[in-house]
């Protein structure tokens, strides 16, 4: 099953420190601006989860 998590943060450069933590664990990272900063999607099947993520 696919999983996916959003979450917002206020600057661009703490998304792009975080999408990299993910990318770097296997973990799709899709980043968007929204009207609160930037939000984080992480997207993964769940039998590829990194530890403690499910």
């Given at each position: ?18 999408a ?25 099947d769940?039998?590829?989860?990194p530890?403690?993520?499910?």
């Open positions: 099953m696919k999983i996916s998590k959003t979450f917002t943060v206020p600057e661009r450069e703490i998304a792009d420190e975080f990299e933590i993910l990318k770097n664990n296997g973990v799709t990272v899709e980043i968007t601006q929204s009207e609160t900063g930037f939000s984080v999607k992480a997207m993964f769940d039998e590829t989860a530890n403690g993520s499910t």
